[in-house]
């Protein structure tokens, strides 16, 4: 089907006389006739649920239509984007190995890699995203176990060469994790230019309203584990928390990652999400098509104002001829990429802090990509704990501004934003 159909009726199909819409199964346990039914649930034999911090049907069939729309083979949700790009990376990483990263990722993602996965020993070496492929796959060491980006990141909105990262990846033989909250599938699905393993933050356009958290992580099911066994123990092994399970021997290519990181990290971590979440996030789903097209029509406009104007002294949209990432963008984000628009202010930090007060539809919020439009000034919120050149690695000056355009007129919110540049 068409993404557009899979956003309004992918994942569920109701049987005669079922429940049209998505039933929320709001139970923390399910009931067995016998031992030996749940045991064969236990031994993975079995289809079914037996605890909702595993599994939930509810929450199933949200991945479900999540893994339709990313052209996956199996899929899960979690408790949060920041969740989800935990399990992915700890799903093949362990003590002593090495990531290599986007250095424009997610301030958040940053940190948990180098400073909380360090801490497990694992470390990281973070790329330039325009690196050349020669700096690029000098950042590999034989211990690197994946690499990692954001096809739009947050808040640089830097595009990632989707291509090229992956074919260093193979090239190692490690996949290639994306991060592809901004864009979702309905304007890039990353699987398509050779990315193994997608990752989202629902919270933002999937769930499109501010109203719940939520994570999903979804296998391409193509990358070949057993082809490198040895780099790939936890997947390729027998898990002796598990009875001896070996993931990608019993689920192949198609399954084994999302297996072990239901049956292994989810059941020591437990940060899945919740069934009234998944409901409400699905919501948010068959809507998603239209929503994202309105997004993209008012981040370009308001881009194309924000450059023309004086006191603006750079924009950062993809979407603009005058970006650096242009000819990317219109390689894997020809339809649009997202409402978010970053920019800095030629009177640097005070006049972010001056035009963000004088805001009146904008709101400021720790939040982006939803239907109403909010701005921050990261340097001075969620970015406060790097320093001024992990700042300036990040894409994220102290001047900067990112303002995530919702659904309101593009009208009303150009004339928003020029009232308060005026104030300045």
Same mark, same amino acid.
């Given at each position: 089907?068409?993404r557009?159909?899979?956003?309004?009726?992918?994942?569920?199909t109701?049987?005669?006389?079922?429940?049209?819409?998505?039933?929320?199964?709001q139970?923390?346990?399910?009931?067995y006739a016998?031992?030996?039914?749940?045991?064969k649930?236990?031994d993975l034999?079995?289809d079914?649920?037996?605890y909702?911090?595993l599994?939930?049907p509810?929450?199933?069939?949200?991945?479900?239509?999540i893994?339709e729309?990313?052209?996956g083979?199996?899929?899960?949700?979690?408790?949060?984007?920041q969740?989800?790009?935990?399990?992915?990376?700890?799903?093949?990483?362990e003590?002593?190995?090495?990531?290599?990263a986007?250095s424009?990722?997610?301030?958040g993602?940053f940190?948990?890699i180098?400073v909380?996965?360090?801490?497990?020993?694992?470390e990281?070496?973070?790329?330039d995203?325009?690196?050349t492929?020669?700096?690029l796959?000098?950042?590999?060491?034989?211990?690197?176990?994946?690499?990692f980006?954001?096809?739009?990141?947050?808040?640089?909105l830097?595009?990632?060469?989707?291509?090229k990262?992956?074919?260093?990846?193979?090239?190692h033989?490690?996949?290639?994790?994306?991060?592809n909250?901004f864009?979702?599938?309905?304007?890039?699905?990353?699987?398509?230019?050779?990315?193994?393993?997608?990752?989202?933050?629902?919270?933002?356009?999937m769930d499109g309203?501010?109203?719940?958290?939520?994570?999903?992580?979804?296998?391409?099911g193509?990358?070949?584990?057993m082809a490198?066994?040895?780099?790939?123990?936890?997947?390729?092994?027998?898990?002796?928390?598990?009875?001896?399970?070996?993931?990608?021997?019993?689920?192949g290519?198609?399954g084994?990652?999302?297996t072990?990181?239901?049956?292994q990290?989810?059941?020591?971590?437990?940060s899945m999400?919740?069934?009234?979440?998944?409901y409400? /996030?699905? +919501?948010?789903?068959?809507?998603l %098509? $239209?929503?994202?097209? #309105?997004? !993209?029509?008012?981040?370009? =406009?308001?881009?194309k104002?924000?450059?023309?104007?004086?006191k603006?002294?750079y924009?950062?949209?993809?979407g603009?001829?005058?970006?650096?990432?242009?000819?990317l963008?219109?390689?894997y984000?020809?339809?649009?990429s997202?409402g978010?628009?970053?920019f800095?202010?030629a009177g640097?930090?005070?006049?972010?802090?001056?035009?963000?007060k004088? /805001?009146? +539809?904008?709101?400021?919020?720790? %939040? $982006?990509?939803?239907a #109403?439009? !909010?701005?921050?000034n990261? =340097?001075s919120?969620?970015?406060?704990q790097?320093?001024?050149e992990?700042?300036?690695?990040?894409?994220?000056?102290?001047?900067?501004?990112r303002?995530?355009?919702?659904?309101?007129s593009?009208?009303?919110?150009?004339?928003d934003i020029?009232?308060?540049?005026?104030?300045?």
């Amino acid at each position: 089907m068409n993404r557009d159909t899979i956003c309004v009726q992918g994942g569920y199909t109701p049987g005669n006389g079922e429940p049209r819409q998505i039933p929320i199964i709001q139970s923390t346990t399910f009931k067995y006739a016998t031992s030996e039914d749940m045991g064969k649930l236990f031994d993975l034999e079995a289809d079914g649920y037996f605890y909702s911090r595993l599994q939930n049907p509810t929450c199933d069939l949200v991945a479900k239509k999540i893994c339709e729309l990313e052209g996956g083979t199996a899929a899960m949700l979690t408790s949060s984007g920041q969740a989800a790009n935990f399990f992915a990376l700890f799903n093949i990483c362990e003590a002593g190995d090495h990531i290599v990263a986007s250095s424009t990722i997610y301030c958040g993602t940053f940190n948990l890699i180098s400073v909380t996965m360090k801490k497990m020993g694992i470390e990281a070496t973070f790329v330039d995203p325009l690196c050349t492929e020669e700096e690029l796959n000098a950042a590999f060491r034989p211990n690197t176990k994946v690499v990692f980006g954001e096809t739009i990141a947050n808040p640089a909105l830097t595009v990632l060469d989707i291509e090229k990262f992956a074919k260093a990846a193979h090239a190692h033989g490690v996949p290639l994790i994306v991060d592809n909250t901004f864009p979702t599938p309905v304007n890039c699905r990353p699987f398509e230019w050779g990315a193994d393993i997608v990752t989202h933050s629902t919270t933002k356009y999937m769930d499109g309203h501010g109203a719940v958290l939520g994570g999903a992580i979804v296998d391409g099911g193509k990358f070949d584990w057993m082809a490198h066994a040895e780099k790939f123990p936890g997947l390729c092994t027998p898990d002796d928390s598990y009875h001896g399970i070996t993931y990608a021997e019993r689920f192949g290519k198609e399954g084994a990652f999302i297996t072990k990181a239901t049956a292994q990290l989810m059941r020591d971590f437990g940060s899945m999400q919740s069934p009234m979440n998944a409901y409400m /996030l699905n +919501l948010g789903l068959e809507s998603l %098509h $239209v929503r994202m097209q #309105r997004h !993209c029509e008012n981040g370009m =406009a308001v881009a194309k104002f924000l450059e023309s104007h004086p006191k603006v002294a750079y924009v950062n949209y993809c979407g603009l001829e005058s970006s650096p990432y242009h000819a990317l963008a219109e390689k894997y984000l020809p339809n649009g990429s997202c409402g978010v628009v970053s920019f800095g202010l030629a009177g640097g930090r005070e006049a972010a802090s001056t035009f963000m007060k004088e /805001l009146k +539809l904008a709101a400021i919020e720790t %939040h $982006v990509a939803d239907a #109403r439009t !909010c701005c921050l000034n990261p =340097a001075s919120s969620t970015h406060r704990q790097m320093n001024d050149e992990q700042l300036a690695a990040a894409g994220v000056p102290a001047e900067l501004v990112r303002m995530s355009c919702g659904l309101e007129s593009a009208e009303d919110l150009i004339a928003d934003i020029s009232q308060a540049l005026d104030k300045i």
